[in-house]
């Protein structure tokens, strides 16, 4: 799996310098972006605090676990069901 190279705490905080008013092509510089990073950044957490975006991401990796969960039991459902339905 690919490592993320900037933490939640930093992109919040490059996201509250860009909200101040530093410009887009230096601060992009000065953290080693692109301005579509930046921009992705703004879309996904714009408007949130440190907290809430950790526990925006545990809900997310949550979510990715219990949709496994369903696809899972279902698989077995059907295989069940297969079997089922040859022995009568």
């Known amino acids: ?4 190279r900037f933490s939640v705490e930093q992109i919040v905080a490059v996201l509250k310098q860009a909200e101040v008013g530093v ?7 000065q953290v ?3 301005e ?3 921009y992705r950044w703004k879309k996904q957490y714009k408007g949130l605090e440190t907290d809430q975006v950790r526990q925006f991401k545990q809900l997310q990796e949550e979510n990715g676990r ?8 279902t698989l ?3 295989m069940l069901q297969d079997v089922l339905a040859k022995k009568l």
């Open 23 to 29: 410009p887009v092509a230096e601060l992009i510089r």
């Open 66 to 73: 219990l949709k496994r969960l369903v696809a899972e039991l």
């Open 1 to 4: 799996m690919k490592r993320k």
């Open 76 to 78: 077995d459902k059907t």
């Open 32 to 34: 080693g972006i692109t």
């Open 36 to 38: 579509q990073t930046l």
